[in-house]
């Protein structure tokens, strides 16, 4: 029998807790049916939906707490009060003491960072952790980080998020040197930030083997999908995924609005049924959901809050794929070639 | 007979040049009969378009030049050979020269920008200008900025912004008191970028009476119209602005794909003909063409380079709104409150 693929389950973070982990776990099951799974939380709430569901009981553990972080704390907060004992803290410690080989949660996202820098801590050559998002786009899908934890990442940063991002766009979408654009405001190379231009500069002149990096890219290069990976600081990276999330809702706003202003656009709608119900599946958040967080000592997955038992197995089943492929080993990978290095060389070159 | 609005055109901007500008200058004068016209570049290519326009001719004067500023020159290129004699530089100088009331090109940005600096200067208490845009969303419209101008903008930067774009919403959108949130990655005041929470700190602490700050925004909160006045820096404004446009494509090009895929769908799209259409003229980004320079002293208006006749002309619309309720006027009679006093003031009595 192969290696089971232990995924630790923060039981009580999302809007929905037990009730969309539990059925999203079984869902998960089914397509990787050599998971298995520890549930932390409140014991008598989970127990119960276990009980009902025999194939994921038995591939499963329960830890009782009654500590659950609560979505709207601060994450100092949420470490005062759930370090060492909250579900949240108890999948993340999990990974540390080999009892899980990552941690999924759907709560607080500032919280499971800080709790997973806590507890687990960034790997030996990284400044900042960054949270990698799939970004469905008109050729498939990209990785966009980092979408809200370096807040003001510097240069170096930036190089490191390129490396992470590109391990994970390996994984993900099967390329072998995946292409790496940075988000800029034009594509020139005088343009911009000064932290994008340095940081150009040094994937240029380093040419890394385990990417491709292609220049700067542009806010719709994200939805055309010119790069595999798009790299980014956290705060123009959070309000990048944001607007565009925005913006599909708005769209499709206007397009529920337009299909039922008319009889005859009602009458075209339910011809045409087939291909919205297709297009909706295109659209649907839950097929790309979870942020995987790079740059920790673990695999950390955080799931959207408000989604259901679909969109919570497919956080699940990007963990999985993640150890399944071994993401850790490959960023260490990537990482043991040292870019610092090459870009001081190239940079005195140009100097001489 | 009322005083006409005198819009300096650069007939040269953008990807198509006089072929675009003069067409777009007869449907805006069609629906405002008061304005009226100059034109600046190749005589030779406007005049003949304007004699088979008689009503526009009759309202236009021509000023011939030779020199145009190519879309893909750095500023500072463009200022070396462009300034005191290309089609853009001439324009924008016609309002310092009091021969017009605003200029509108189609040209490069950035060397609009920077010659719109040189010849104009920025207004007495601004220290960076802005360029503020339309942005539709499922409540009407909203005016974003900074969409890319002032890269790396501060706290006080940010204030200025927001009393300008207040003063630029009041106009379009007919708001007294228009509401102005600041973007940022979460609405807690703890979060995000330093200088955008030092900036919520003195729009909360002055309470300014041209505008109603309501706090932190989110990118989804752009779309849904939470706030009149959408408050930026450049760099995360413009990537805002374009992820937004690239989602949209995105998902119009999913639409268009699913249209298609079976027979069904075909003869549904026939029926819902009339509610594509209208959904395409809410997706229309011609409605919303021109980025307002604010900060200048004087009003310059950015077309998108790529738009057709009827997009340009929602750029000049836009340049005489401005013109005709007096947006100099309004942004100076906010700024003579002075904010930054009152905010050392309340900082002070913070303090004691």
């Not at 389950?9 to 869902?27: K, Y």
């Not at 569901?53 to 907060?77: E, N």
């Given at each position: ?20 982990v ?5 869902i ?40 659950a ?14 370090r ?39 790997m030996?050559?990284?400044?900042r952790?960054a ?12 990785v ?49 930030l ?5 940081a ?31 790299v ?24 529920r ?25 295109k ?70």
């Amino acid at each position: 029998m192969p290696a089971q693929i232990r995924i630790a389950l923060d039981a009580m973070g999302g809007d929905h807790g037990p009730s969309v982990v539990i059925p999203g776990a079984a869902i998960s099951l089914v397509r990787h049916p050599d998971l298995a799974f520890g549930f932390y939380g409140d014991e008598a709430v989970i127990r119960p939906l276990l009980e009902s569901r025999p194939a994921l009981a038995a591939v499963s553990s329960v830890h009782h707490t009654d500590v659950a972080i609560r979505m709207d704390d601060k994450p100092s907060q949420a470490l005062r009060y759930g370090r060492w004992k909250s579900s949240m803290w108890l999948a993340i410690e999990s990974i540390k003491k080999n009892e899980a080989d990552a941690a999924v949660s759907a709560g607080n996202t500032g919280a499971l960072m800080a709790m997973a820098r806590f507890c687990l801590r960034t790997m030996a050559k990284i400044e900042r952790p960054a949270i990698a998002a799939l970004w469905p786009n008109l050729r498939g899908e990209s990785v966009v980080l980092d979408v809200g934890a370096s807040i003001g990442a510097d240069a170096s940063a930036l190089v490191d998020m390129a490396v992470m991002g590109a391990a994970m766009a390996h994984i993900v979408l099967g390329v072998e040197r995946p292409t790496v654009g940075l988000l800029n405001v034009g594509v020139e190379e005088v343009k911009g930030l000064e932290m994008v231009r340095e940081a150009g500069r040094i994937l240029r002149e380093t040419n890394l083997p385990s990417l491709d990096y292609i220049g700067f890219v542009e806010g719709d290069d994200i939805g055309k999908g010119t790069a595999d990976v798009v790299v980014t600081e956290g705060f123009a990276g959070n309000i990048a995924l944001k607007t565009a999330e925005g913006t599909a809702k708005q769209i499709a706003g206007y397009l529920r609005a337009a299909m039922s202003r008319t009889l005859m656009a009602r009458i075209g709608y339910l011809f045409a049924r087939g291909a919205f119900a297709a297009l909706r599946e295109k659209l649907d958040p839950r097929k790309s959901n979870g942020g995987v967080f790079l740059g920790l000592n673990g695999i950390v997955v955080k799931s959207h809050g408000g989604t259901d038992a679909e969109g919570y197995a497919s956080a699940i089943d990007l963990a999985y794929d993640m150890v399944k492929q071994d993401l850790m080993h490959k960023i260490t990978e990537s990482l043991s070639f040292d870019h610092r290095a090459a870009a001081a060389r190239a940079s005195n070159a140009d100097v001489a």
